[in-house]
């Protein structure tokens, strides 16, 4: 903790109410829930599109959220303790995840830096700015932002530099995996060798995949909802990685197109509607973007999206085929009840289990 003041140190436990508090306020006044999971997922989904509301006070909307989460804190503690389980697990993941990655020189890849640069440009302007003005790097936009949101105020709060939050804010989306996997697993423990086993994912932290690991999450703990209770989660996912999230999406609407009802709809233009805030400043910016910003907006998001649909809507259609085809697969499985028939699906039509 060498040239870390006590009051940076102090300042430090302001996470708590963050990623806890301002949650369990907004789930008990709108959901009439408080759990740790719903909590933490619903703080950090606010937080993941605050910068599009914040009109360059980011800052002072951050510190403002945060005491309404402090008092979400005492409001919530009784209730965070019946859970000492789920708290002790989720905050063991961090823990470890921390002691295995802190030995490793930063940043952990190329589109880690980018991360750093997109944070400290938020933190620079209050908010979204069309190009990483001051650090001379060519565009910004063509990436969903609701990870950077998270940690630029997360930086404001804590008094972290960008590069700091950053990391933080992905150990805590190590966290809530763990959170999304035990809400179907129902197991502290084995959420957590789940967790640490998921090989794929745990490579996210050797190349920056930080906004995948968030839209993983989210989209995980969307699937244990019905209707319109998931909506502010499918947001977090968007917000954090639109492409990642694009098949789990389409997948949750195959499965619970008979609860989609006018709430879970208008959830969905509420979505779109902030999440096409971005888009829309890039055509009204489109002017300073620079030419390498265009080539990146029509080679990584159009065609990747396009991809990404392609491959999305031929995985929906063998899905459906095969639950047509084997509908006893929907039987028996209590726990994965939502997606279990998704996933077997195609592979039994295809022959492969």
């Given at each position: 903790?060498?040239?870390?003041?006590?009051?940076?140190?102090?300042?430090?436990?302001?996470?708590?109410?963050?990623?806890?508090?301002?949650?369990?306020?907004?789930?008990?006044?709108?959901?009439?829930?408080?759990?740790?999971?719903?909590?933490?997922?619903?703080?950090?989904?606010?937080?993941?599109?605050?910068?599009?509301?914040?009109?360059?006070?980011?800052?002072?909307?951050?510190?403002?959220?945060?005491?309404?989460?402090?008092f979400g804190m005492l409001w919530g503690f009784r209730?965070?303790?019946?859970?000492?389980?789920i708290l002790l697990g989720f905050l063991t993941v961090?823990?470890?995840?921390?002691?295995?990655?802190?030995?490793?020189?930063?940043?952990?890849?190329?589109?880690?830096?980018?991360?750093?640069?997109?944070?400290?440009?938020?933190?620079?302007?209050?908010?979204?700015?069309?190009?990483?003005?001051?650090?001379?790097?060519?565009?910004?936009?063509?990436?969903?932002?609701?990870?950077?949101?998270?940690?630029?105020?997360?930086?404001?709060?804590?008094?972290?530099?960008?590069?700091?939050?950053?990391?933080?804010?992905?150990?805590?989306?190590?966290?809530?995996?763990?959170?999304?996997?035990?809400?179907?697993?129902?197991?502290?423990?084995?959420?957590?060798?789940?967790?640490?086993?998921?090989?794929?994912?745990?490579?996210?932290?050797?190349?920056?995949?930080?906004?995948?690991?968030?839209?993983?999450?989210?989209?995980?703990?969307?699937?244990?909802?019905?209707?319109?209770?998931?909506?502010?989660?499918?947001?977090?996912?968007?917000?954090?990685?639109?492409?990642?999230?694009?098949?789990?999406?389409?997948?949750?609407?195959?499965?619970?197109?008979?609860?989609?009802?006018?709430?879970?709809?208008?959830?969905?233009?509420?979505?779109?509607?902030?999440?096409?805030?971005?888009?829309?400043?890039?055509?009204?910016?489109?002017?300073?973007?620079?030419?390498?910003?265009?080539?990146?907006?029509?080679?990584?998001?159009?065609?990747?999206?396009?991809?990404?649909?392609?491959?999305?809507?031929?995985?929906?259609?063998?899905?459906?085929?095969?639950?047509?085809?084997?509908?006893?697969?929907?039987?028996?499985?209590?726990?994965?009840?939502?997606?279990?028939?998704?996933?077997?699906?195609?592979?039994?039509?295809?022959?492969?289990?």
């Amino acid at each position: 903790m060498e040239g870390i003041s006590i009051l940076q140190f102090l300042r430090l436990f302001l996470i708590f109410p963050y990623i806890y508090g301002l949650g369990y306020v907004l789930g008990r006044v709108i959901f009439g829930r408080g759990d740790i999971a719903f909590s933490v997922f619903l703080s950090l989904a606010v937080w993941s599109v605050l910068g599009w509301f914040s009109f360059g006070y980011l800052k002072l909307l951050s510190w403002f959220l945060t005491f309404l989460g402090a008092f979400g804190m005492l409001w919530g503690f009784r209730d965070l303790l019946k859970e000492w389980k789920i708290l002790l697990g989720f905050l063991t993941v961090i823990l470890l995840r921390f002691l295995i990655i802190s030995p490793l020189s930063f940043p952990y890849g190329n589109d880690a830096i980018m991360h750093v640069y997109t944070t400290s440009t938020i933190i620079n302007h209050g908010g979204f700015y069309h190009i990483f003005e001051p650090f001379g790097v060519e565009g910004m936009g063509s990436f969903n932002l609701g990870f950077h949101y998270i940690s630029a105020s997360l930086s404001y709060i804590t008094g972290l530099d960008p590069a700091s939050s950053v990391i933080l804010t992905a150990y805590i989306f190590w966290g809530t995996l763990f959170l999304a996997v035990n809400t179907f697993v129902n197991s502290p423990v084995l959420s957590v060798v789940i967790t640490f086993t998921s090989v794929g994912i745990s490579t996210f932290m050797a190349w920056g995949g930080f906004p995948t690991l968030a839209s993983y999450s989210f989209s995980i703990f969307a699937f244990s909802f019905n209707g319109y209770l998931s909506i502010p989660f499918w947001l977090g996912a968007f917000s954090t990685h639109f492409i990642t999230s694009s098949t789990a999406f389409l997948s949750y609407l195959v499965a619970n197109w008979k609860n989609l009802d006018k709430k879970f709809l208008l959830g969905l233009i509420i979505i779109a509607l902030i999440l096409s805030q971005q888009y829309f400043r890039i055509v009204f910016f489109g002017s300073e973007i620079q030419p390498y910003e265009n080539f990146t907006l029509n080679r990584f998001v159009l065609d990747t999206f396009k991809k990404s649909a392609l491959f999305s809507a031929i995985y929906i259609i063998f899905a459906f085929w095969g639950y047509k085809k084997y509908p006893e697969i929907a039987k028996g499985a209590s726990n994965f009840r939502l997606y279990s028939p998704y996933i077997r699906a195609p592979f039994l039509l295809l022959g492969l289990l």
